[in-house]
């Protein structure tokens, strides 16, 4: 499984490592990239993530889920 999340509210690198570090520990995720001149995350799992664990992990983070597609 893979989804791209696009995130609002990341201005720096130190924004960049918070959503990261929240999105590894979500269950079964194997792999997170974050891009914050894209404004986006990509994670990849062994298993499906919902979008709400996903949106709960990142507004921990004080951070705007705007959305979530599968790639």
């Known amino acids: 499984m893979k989804k791209r999340i696009l995130v609002e509210g990341m201005k720096c690198c130190n924004c960049v490592k918070h959503v990261k570090a929240d999105l590894e ?12 001149d894209s404004k986006t995350a990509i994670i990849e ?23 979530i597609e599968e790639v």
């Open 25 to 36: 520990e979500l269950k079964g995720v194997t792999s997170v990239t974050v891009d914050l």
């Open 45 to 67: 799992a062994v298993r499906d993530i919902q979008d709400n664990d996903i949106k709960r992990a990142i507004i921990d983070t004080r951070y705007q889920v705007v959305s």
